[in-house]
């Protein structure tokens, strides 16, 4: 009775440790990274050369403030001349044009809020017939993939466990089956494989498919 009960103040110390553990992992992990960005700045003019000591985050900090000043320099009538003149350079370049294009787009549709990317979250029968997956609409494709498969989604499908990889599918529009489930509540589920899963919503009358 003693182990038993030994067992479970253990496990639930676990619960409350390894949650509370990573996320300060990865926020020093984060904050040293971006220390390490002051490191571009000469010997003599260093942070910790003219203090004489070290701060911890300093670097997040100056970032911060960096990102803050382009976003403010880039709303001026000049910043903006200046990004349309870089970006026209930068077009000039074959192979850097098509990276950057590329990465431009997915920020834009990140933090611009230009697009409905990772705000619906869908379930489609994939990888094959009777099994499913939760998916996240990444857009809708090109005039032309439109003509050739007809009515159709981008859906990005998280690996499970590491969801900064997966699998983007081009899916019929009648293949998807719309979802009460929240982004968060998807993510959750699917970084877990399955172990956390989402509260319950309210079920509809029937299936719900994106027209």
Known sequence: MLKKKIKMVFLTGLAVVIPAGLTIYILFFIIDIMDNLLTVIPD?????????????????IVTVILILI??????????????VFGERLVGKIPF??????????????????????????VIVEYPCRGIYSIGFITGTPNGEVQQKLGCCAGVYFPHALTPTTGI??????????????????????????????????????SVSRLS
């Open 96 to 121: 850097v044009r098509s990276i950057y294009q590329a990465i431009k787009r997915i920020a834009d549709s990140l933090f611009m809020d230009k697009a409905q990317s990772f705000k619906k979250v």
């Open 44 to 60: 003599p003019y260093q942070p910790d050369t003219l203090l004489n000591f070290h701060i911890p985050g300093l670097g997040a």
């Open 70 to 83: 382009c976003g403010l320099v880039t709303k001026s009538y000049l910043g903006t001349r200046l990004v």
């Open 168 to 205: 983007f599918a081009i899916v019929p529009r009648e293949g998807l089956i719309e979802v009460e489930m929240t982004v968060e509540e998807a993510f959750t589920l699917i970084i877990s494989g399955g172990i956390v899963t989402p509260p319950n919503h309210p079920a509809p009358l």
